[in-house]
């Protein structure tokens, strides 16, 4: 139901239970840039050898779900594998609230154990008064993560006008929770639609005047208090080979002076500081790939996805991989 | 600090709940204490900025009063405005000054390139600035006396709820109320709640939706005229709902302590004229500058040609006022057109349809809002014939977007102007019922959970 249902998702025992009856050489986590850029199959087929890659993401994940992949389904899971990759953007690594609220909570919690005391910790002293009452109120009722369907319903209703066909399946599929799969050729015309509108705003249209928040922009580098510095000490532990990578930003994207010094400095102190844990750090930050290859923002265009994971592959795993 | 945080939310309850059991004088010191916090939450240093503002003005408005030499009134009351408006001219428009100023030299040969320079805006300055030149002005005049409580006249100046973005209030209004007595009213409570959880609902679910719409085709490099068309509309429904959704906060707000703030909007985009238009938009402004700026010109009792320039320049100030920026003045030149040639039109016919009035108003300001908001606003006209071309597919999905996200906002604007004309009062008909109220309530606070933009941004106001 789109409003009334109070859910706490439980821990994902049964991708536990897969992972850790299977013995992948190489485990990547991240999220929609890592699922843009890497092919599984292809990987393991370039790897040979009976080589098995793991892939583990959460769309619009964050450091909070590399941390809760890593502690318990690599090292808890027991797997041991060759190498860990991490893939990440900017100061996504030293960002720990971001994107751990609403939808992002329930998605956190299938990566959860019962007490994740550590996980806690990093929020708690990372938060504000603000965002240590949003948190109160998300689990009290964690209506914020229904936002996903509200904006379904409406972006459905908004083009009944020319698919009319889309109201009564909208309604039951959205407010009831009913499965798409009876009226695909309907939701293919709109999802048509949305991309021709999603070409309209592609970053190609527009002009060189992008809006830029320095807020955004963290003042040190706080590698302390964030999930950062859980992971590098999970891999020392459990004697985890950990690779932290930065993909490339859009060629094109837009920053102002300040910030790409700012962001530089930063990649800087990060680098030195993993050079410091021995931890490994491969930055591919205009590496590779014009601008040609990209759809929507820094996502790898999806038939490119082959070339990606063989630039990588070539790049980078023979490195780091040794064995080949 | 700004309305949409937990740290407001936090504060206003805080102090809410203290408040109703002090004396008047220390409610209005724990009023005071708190306007400063919210001011200088973010940048402390503001503080220091309000409090100079205040003593300046409390202490220029007691010499106007207590001074015999009307020479010297005069030069107490110049004092006092020209240290506001040169305050507010270094930090809005120096940057401005320099820029075009360099600009010209470049133009002539004498310097290589223009200068720029970022100065820092200190937040809400236009507003606090002239809500004290308005209370020097009136105290000059007679209209109102100086007070001698510099806590009451600080209240009036930094008061929270209205602080950053208006209303504009008086001291005959204000000032009488932070002066009197407060009694709790379970009505005032329910109404500021009320107004508070609409004006959210305003800001977070409409606006901020609308935004993500208006805010992209404005960036597109060669957007299509329909696509304009769209924009200006969006924006349309944006600025109205993020400005009216401040107001009705921050009334909500000074609702729960018993002070009742100006209203700042009645249904606008009903107007059957662009003159009154700007008696139903942001009329704490517009009666400020008629007061302040048009009546002193000469206002409409000279020639023709004397009250049309005098309602241009007002309204040329009143587009830079809201920025330092030649859209900004365009738009105040706009304005001042089509009023000029509506007061010719209104003269020479008794010719009115209520209907084409409403709609052909509602495009004017359209026209204007495209004009306020693109900064190239001529270039994009220039290159929306020949741009990126937009199917009927899109232009159907992203306008139905729009009008999803603006409908609560036309059908109780729609209702309120019915409600109105029936009852000739300003009253909310069957909304003034308490269990309605808190029924709707229910579900603005759902709506704003569920619905609102995952992307909010500061109010649009606050940079003016």
Redesign the interface.
Known sequence: M??FQSEKNNFNQKLYNEISSSAPDYVFIGNSMLETRIDEIYLEKLLGDNKDVLLLTMPGGMSSSWYLYLKNFVAEAGINPDNVYIFFRDYELTKPLYRTQGEYSQKLDLLSRTEEVKFDMIINSNS????K??RLFDEIYP??A??NK??DL??R??????IPKIIPFTFLRVTLGLDDSNYIPVLREYKN??N??ND??SRK???S???FDFSDIPSEFKKTSSFLNLMVDISDEHDIELTFVRVQKRPNSINSKISDVILNDYIDKLNKFLISKEVNFIDLEGKGFSLDYYLDGDHINPEYIKDFTEYFYRENMIYFGGEN | MIFQ???Y??LLIFVLVIFWFLSRKIQNIILLIASYIFYGYITPWLVFLLLSYTLVNYFSALKIQNTKSQKNRKLFFAFSIFSGLFVLGAFKYFGFFIENFTDLLAYFGFLDSKMTLQIFLPVGISFYTFQTISYVFDVYKGKTKARKSIIDVSLFIGFFPQLIAGPIERANSLLTQIEKQKHFKIKNFNDGIFLIIWGFFKKLVIADNVAIIS??IF????PHFSLLVLASLAFGVQIFADFSGYTDIARGSAKLFGINLSNNFNNPYFSRSMIEFWRRWHITLSIWFRDYVYIPLGGSKRSNAKTYLNILITFILTGLWHGAAWNFVFWGLYNGIIIILTRIYLSKTNFRINALGIMLTFCFIHIGWFIFRS?NFYLSLLSSFSG?S?????F???F??VL??SLPLYIFGAYQVIITKKNNLHRLGFFDNLYIKSIIVMFLY?GI????S?STSDFIYFKF
Do not use: C
């Not at chain 2, 959970?449 to 609102?452: N, V």
């Open positions: 789109l409003f504000g008064i603000g965002d009452l949003s209506i914020q229904k936002n509200a904006r409406i972006n209703l908004s083009v009944s006008p020319y639609i949305q021709s509108t309209l705003f249209n527009f002009r005047t992008e809006i | 945080s937990y740290e939310i936090s805010d992209k960036l597109l490099q060669d900064e990126i937009i199917d009927f597919k899109n159907i999905y992203l139905m977007q999803i996200f759902l959970l569920i619905l609102r995952n």
